[in-house]
């Protein structure tokens, strides 16, 4: 059965960073790509970043560009997400989610963890 | 940046019924790239529906995907209770990978 659970949710000042975690397990993590999308209160989904199976390619959306970072580790399954420079319009629940292929082509959403609530305020 | 525009936002309907909830590309979508999700309240999303067409696994086949290049459809064929929630479409043909902004069936 796959599982993702995020993990480094919390409230950060403007202008602050976290690091978000997922733990991945029921899969082998390695041959697939993986993503983050968030979902501010009341509003719809908005894909953050994609990254390929090994690592080598990676994907922003604008709005988080220069500023979020996502990376892996395969040997521990788990996926990142740093986020610097933080903003109010950065608040919002953090889904990771499993793609259902090694590249960054196929860039739907198979299986998403529980969400990891960052909240950016002063 | 593809924009996708759902309709309608609210979708009032009883169980048993047929719904039929559209989404609408701004430009062509590469291959039929498109999926659906649906949410519950305080829920991650679920993936119904992939390449327009194809079901998810698990997924009842009262659900289907239909539509190609702007234009994309779900229908849910008998709504059961269960399948009260908010229904978003996703394109990922071409980047920014962008999502609709949901359809809500309500009863």
């Known amino acids: 059965e796959v599982q993702l659970l995020e993990s480094g949710g919390g409230l950060v000042q403007p202008g602050g960073s976290l690091r978000l975690s997922c733990a991945a397990s029921?899969?082998?993590?390695?041959?697939?790509?993986m993503s983050w999308v968030r979902q501010a209160p009341g509003k719809g989904l908005e894909w953050v970043s994609i990254?390929?199976?090994?690592?080598?390619?990676?994907f922003y959306a604008d709005s988080v560009k220069g500023r979020f970072t996502i990376s892996r580790d395969n040997s521990k399954n788990t996926l990142f997400l740093q986020m610097n420079s933080l903003g109010v319009d950065d608040t919002a629940v953090y889904y990771c989610a499993k793609n259902p292929g090694y590249s960054t082509s196929r860039g739907y959403f198979e299986y998403w963890g529980q969400g990891a609530l960052v909240t950016v305020s002063s | 940046e593809i924009v996708l525009t759902q309709s309608p936002g609210t979708l009032s309907l009883s169980p048993g019924e047929r719904a039929t909830l559209s989404c609408r590309a701004s430009?062509?979508?590469?291959?039929?790239?498109l999926a659906w999700y649906q949410q519950k309240p305080g829920q991650a999303p679920r993936l119904l529906i992939y390449a327009a067409s194809n079901r998810a696994t698990g997924i009842p086949d009262r659900f289907s995907g239909s539509g190609s290049g702007t234009d994309f459809t779900l229908t849910i064929s008998r709504l059961e209770p269960e399948d009260f929630a908010v229904y978003s479409c996703?394109?990922?043909?071409?980047?920014?990978?962008?999502f609709g902004g949901g359809t809500k069936v309500e009863i």
């Open positions: 029921g899969f082998t993590f390695s041959s697939y790509a």
């Open positions: 996703q394109q990922y043909g071409s980047s920014p990978l962008t």
């Open positions: 430009q062509s979508v590469n291959s039929s790239y």
């Open positions: 990254l390929s199976g090994i690592g080598g390619t990676t």
